[in-house]
C-alpha cells in the first residue's frame, strides 16, 4: 500500500469544510439535551442531517492504542518516505520498501 500524507499547514484550522458546514447543526440538534456519556454524544452527532439532506456517520471507537510509542532513529530511517516538491515537511508519501 502507498501512503501519501498531507498536512494542514501549521495555523490553519483544524476543520476542513465539510466539517465547518456540519458543526452547527450538530450544535442544534444537541441543543438542550443532557451530554451524559460518549455514547449520547455519538448518537445525537449520528443523528444530524440538514434541509438538503446531508447527514454525518459518527459511532464510537472503544478500542485501547498504546500510549507514548517511541520510533527509534533505525526504525525511522527503514521508513521509505518520498518528499514532495512543495512544503515537503507536510507533503510526502511512504511506500512499501523495494525488496
Known sequence: MILQVCHYPPGTSQWNKIQHRMF??????????????????VDLIASTTTKTDLTVRCELDENSYPKAIRVTD???AAINITT????????????????
Open 24 to 41: 452547527c447543526h450538530i450544535t442544534q440538534t444537541w441543543r438542550g439535551k443532557p451530554l451524559v456519556s460518549r455514547l449520547a454524544v
Open 84 to 99: 514532495e516538491l512543495w512544503h515537503p515537511q507536510w507533503n510526502y508519501t511512504i511506500s512499501p520498501r523495494p525488496s
Open 74 to 76: 533505525n526504525e525511522m
